[in-house]
């Protein structure tokens, strides 16, 4: 038994092995980590990365300061080790490498997955204090400290994006070519990991190769980039809060860490590289498939005034609706009860509402008096799922969870609110059974959870003396502990990701999650809409967005692969035709939103009302795809030239406008030379789509 054991670890030891060299075959030249190791493309280099960095005396591409010492002064001295992991998923190696210090017993274990048809790898850290008394100081955790270099270059430029900040120019694109001696520093604000910072980038050689780069942690971590004389940059990245000692038996894990290497003509290779690698490696799996976000309907949001969100809704307004749907054959996926069901919510006349009431999660018994099942019924008899909102890390002071499950919450000075203590683990255990039982009882089948709250501060006032950021990492690892529940618990299920529109996203929650609302900006202003499709898309294809009008300006505003529609059905200005006609649309143009993205004008000046606004999709598979443009309100010009890409150059196409049905025939190299896009009137848009010919 032993000798087959052994016989099989070598085995996947060898396996690795050479998947390892496939991914780093095909890296850019770079030279990385604290060392000098550049790559030039030969068998020499990419063994001499994989021998030095990941071998005894190797000094790994991380580092921290372990008891005042740098790491990279002793992590060579260390007790190492290399196993390989079993990986169920194709395409995947899994290696678990550890050092140990033989003084205090402290082991770092660094766990990594290699993606060799994606030329990605990933990893995260994890220390463990295996003596018997509380470790030396653990401070400066950078989860990756490299170098990126090309000799062959005179430029690198880091391609990035903004977070949310509720504004039009949420993820609005940026770029910044680093001169030496020059830093950009960029972390999130209130502890949500895209409040105002965006955990994705691009380094990008003037050569054509370069680097995406995610952070995974949907807390506080900080990205440091330094330009270097030598035709390069360096980057850390890591939890921005961390200086602290373990106790023994005490383990923490760091944020994660993914790198994908990219060549070719532009960087537009690399973001859809990066876009198919987070759809097919990364995205939650639905009987073994990436799960799809879907296409919503709403219960009337906001109706009537003064009610906001879902506070004056009942069951069987609730019902009266998903028949209106299904009467005119709108039923969307999923129906979506947001904010407000809960008990004292739609309590109007006291000034109640749906945000000061958090933390009272029973079901409003008068509007609802059999709960929420006679609406998941209603919405399974029209043949659609549905989805209900939650906040239950945010919990006001006066609710009943605030009172009666105080002994898991955790205060700040000066707020109304606690916070639940997902790092408390019988807390998070009672939460998960709650929420899982509150689920299959109501036959709720999507999980929607915000989180409407800084929440740095809670961390830091509730952090022991010496041990700053570990009620952040705890509370982190608790949340993802409580979303691997509920996936696991319900396999067919999905998890929107909100907090705020938009301000927990990262590397770690794509992976259990989407953010089907986006952002808080002005509901359904398509100005910003418009941009945050645009620069959102040059990273991550599964996000999501609503719409109430469904003129074609606004609804085109919101497409992509998620959509809310918060058509007011029982409206008599609603036009039953007109919403049929974006709900076809939408279906028809949404799988390639999963294909290849490319921006067709630039971003200078994009949330400005002057300016023509366009994008392409483009299907590899069968060479058809979708251009997207929005002339806006002051746009002078009544047409524009784009230049598309991904076409062959002498394959014929025909461009069909799906207003006017009119029929163009171009060739790939006309296409790519330039097309013009006509629009007589400001504020309209055009919507085209090409298919190959055959001859």
């Given amino acids: 038994m032993e000798n087959k054991r052994l016989k099989q670890m070598i085995m996947l030891k060898k396996i690795f092995i050479y998947l390892s060299l496939l991914v780093w075959a095909h890296a850019p030249n770079y030279s990385q980590g604290q060392t000098v190791a550049k790559f030039t493309g030969r068998d020499a280099d990419v063994v001499n990365w994989v021998n030095s960095h990941f071998k005894k005396g190797a000094i790994p591409p991380f580092s921290f300061v372990y008891d005042g010492i740098p790491s990279k002064d002793f992590i060579g001295k260390w007790n190492f080790s290399a196993e390989p992991v079993a990986e169920s998923r194709p395409g995947v190696v899994a290696y678990a490498y550890t050092w140990t210090d033989k003084r205090t017993k402290l082991e770092v274990v660094c766990q990594l997955k290699a993606y060799p048809a994606y030329n990605a790898v990933e990893w995260v850290l994890h220390f463990t204090n295996g003596g018997a008394a509380d470790s030396p100081a653990l401070q400066a955790v950078k989860v990756i400290d490299m170098d990126f270099r090309d000799d062959s270059s005179d430029r690198i430029t880091l391609h990035y994006a903004d977070g949310t900040h509720v504004s039009k120019a949420d993820f609005h694109p940026r770029k910044k070519v680093l001169a030496p001696g020059e830093s950009l520093q960029i972390s999130p604000e209130s502890g949500r990991s895209s409040d105002n910072a965006f955990p994705f980038f691009n380094i990008e050689s003037a050569s054509g190769q370069g680097a995406m780069v995610a952070v995974g942690w949907s807390g506080t971590w900080y990205a440091d980039f330094q330009g270097h004389a030598k035709n390069g940059v360096s980057l850390a990245s890591g939890m921005k809060w961390l200086d602290t000692y373990l106790h023994a038996d005490e383990s923490i894990r760091t944020p994660s860490i993914c790198l994908l290497f990219w060549k070719g003509e532009d960087r537009m290779v690399g973001h859809n590289l990066f876009r198919r690698f987070i759809i097919e490696q990364q995205t939650p799996k639905i009987n073994g498939k990436p799960a799809r976000f879907p296409i919503s309907a709403s219960f009337n949001y906001g109706d009537p005034f003064p009610c906001n969100e879902y506070t004056c809704l009942t069951a069987d307004y609730a019902v009266a609706i998903i028949n209106r749907y299904k009467q005119f054959k709108l039923t969307p996926e999923v129906f979506w009860l947001d904010a407000g069901w809960y008990t004292h919510s739609g309590d109007v006349e006291n000034n109640k509402n749906w945000s000061n009431t958090v933390g009272n999660w029973t079901i409003d018994s008068v509007r609802f008096p059999d709960g929420l099942k006679p609406i998941s019924d209603a919405a399974h008899r029209a043949g659609a799922k549905f989805m209900v909102w939650f906040e239950p890390e945010r919990v006001i002071k006066e609710s009943d969870w605030g009172v009666n499950l105080r002994k898991w919450m955790l205060d700040a000075k000066g707020t109304d609110a606690y916070l639940f203590d997902l790092g408390n683990k019988e807390a998070r255990d009672w939460l998960c059974r709650f929420i899982g039982d509150f689920m299959e009882t109501n036959g709720i089948d999507y999980y929607r959870q915000d989180f409407n709250m800084t929440v740095d501060n809670f961390w830091a006032e509730n952090d022991e003396p010496g041990r700053r950021g570990i009620r952040e990492i705890r ?153 997207v443009g929005f002339r806006r309100q002051e746009a002078p010009d009544s047409a524009i030239t784009v230049k598309l890409s991904g076409v062959s150059p002498d394959k014929r196409y025909a461009v069909e406008n799906c207003d006017t049905h009119d029929v163009v025939l171009k060739t790939g190299r006309e296409l790519s030379q330039g097309l013009e896009l006509s629009l007589p009137d400001p504020r309209s848009s055009v919507l085209l789509k090409y298919t190959i010919q055959n001859d």
């Fill in 475 to 627: 509370h982190i690892e608790g949340l993802y502990a409580f979303w691997d529940y509920l996936l696991e618990r319900f396999p067919e299920s999905i998890v929107d990701n909100c907090a705020s529109g938009g301000r927990r996203i990262d590397f770690e929650s794509m992976k259990r999650s989407a953010p089907m609302w986006r952002t808080d900006y002005h509901y359904g202003e398509p100005i910003g809409y418009q941009t945050h499709t645009y620069g959102l898309n040059f990273f991550l294809p599964q996000t999501g967005t609503g719409v109430d009008k469904d003129d074609r300006f606004t609804f085109r505003s919101s497409l992509g692969t998620s959509v809310v529609y918060n058509w007011k059905v029982t409206d008599r200005a609603s036009s039953i035709i007109e919403m049929l006609r974006c709900q076809q649309e939408f279906r028809e143009v949404r799988s390639y939103f999963y294909e290849d993205y490319y921006p067709l004008t630039t971003f200078d000046g994009m949330t400005s009302d002057s300016i023509w606004m366009a994008y392409q999709l483009h299907r590899p598979s069968d060479h058809s795809g979708y251009i």
